[in-house]
């Protein structure tokens, strides 16, 4: 079945720590990439996205991404964590195969940076 | 700009009763969109809407929910006989025509179904 994988349900880091959360999904054919986070009482925000090209994504905030198609990945990394990232992450794909118009999303990770 | 808004924020129903959940997408946004994210779970995707397009409803878990679209803006998800499976968080998004991959959210209604 066509799903997408977030390996990490939650995380706790110090700040100042490096952050990469695991994103694998299993469709083939042409798809989008993205990765939306969720602070705390606060709605889904998009932090970044890839269509094509450059597969290595800049996002908000200090965010990137790095498409890997041969492993069907799409991790998140920042080199240096704050308190402020604190937050519930979401990688989300939607695929030529199932219609654009549908967001896949995995189950999220939540990310608790101790000050 | 004005983001999607959704209302109401809460809504607490007795197992049986009707609800209906609102949502009003950014201003121009042709496509909408409801997800409902249950306890443990991630986002499920249920209804769609493109224009005057009929819509998507594959994503609907049973004849007990429906949605509609009036006049291209405004979306209402209506769920009947609610069960307690229900409770959820049902989050409404919008997109543009020409960038419909990008889908935008609003705040969510928490739904709690007794």
């Known amino acids: 079945a066509q799903s997408v994988s977030q390996h990490n349900h939650h995380v706790i880091l110090s700040e100042a720590a490096s952050l990469e959360l695991g994103c694998n999904y299993s469709?083939?054919?042409?798809?989008?990439l993205f990765w939306y986070v969720q602070y705390p009482g606060q709605h889904l925000q998009l932090l970044l996205k890839?269509?094509?090209?450059?597969?290595l994504v800049k996002g908000i905030k200090g965010f990137e991404a790095e498409f890997i198609k041969s492993k069907f990945s799409f991790n998140l990394r920042k080199p240096s964590v704050q308190w402020s990232d604190t937050a519930e992450y979401f990688c989300a794909v939607n695929a030529g195969s199932t219609g654009f118009q549908k967001l896949v999303f995995g189950t999220g990770t939540r990310l608790l940076v101790s000050p | 700009g004005a983001g999607v808004s959704q209302s109401p924020s809460n809504k607490v129903t007795e197992k049986g009763k009707d609800v209906e959940l609102r949502c009003d997408p950014i201003s121009g946004h042709t496509a909408l969109y409801w997800y409902r994210q249950s306890l443990g779970q991630g986002l499920e995707f249920l209804i769609y809407?493109?224009?005057?397009?009929?819509?998507?409803k594959s994503g609907l878990p049973s004849d007990r929910f429906s949605a509609e679209r009036t006049g291209g803006s405004v979306s209402t998800l209506t769920i009947q006989r609610t069960q307690q499976e229900d409770s959820a968080v049902y989050l409404c998004?919008?997109?543009?025509?020409?960038?419909?991959?990008?889908?935008?959210f609003g705040p969510g209604t928490r739904l709690l179904v007794l």
């Open positions: 998004a919008s997109s543009r025509k020409y960038d419909q991959e990008t889908q935008y």
């Open positions: 890839y269509f094509s090209g450059d597969p």
């Open positions: 809407f493109q224009g005057n397009s009929a819509p998507d």
């Open positions: 469709y083939g054919g042409t798809v989008n």
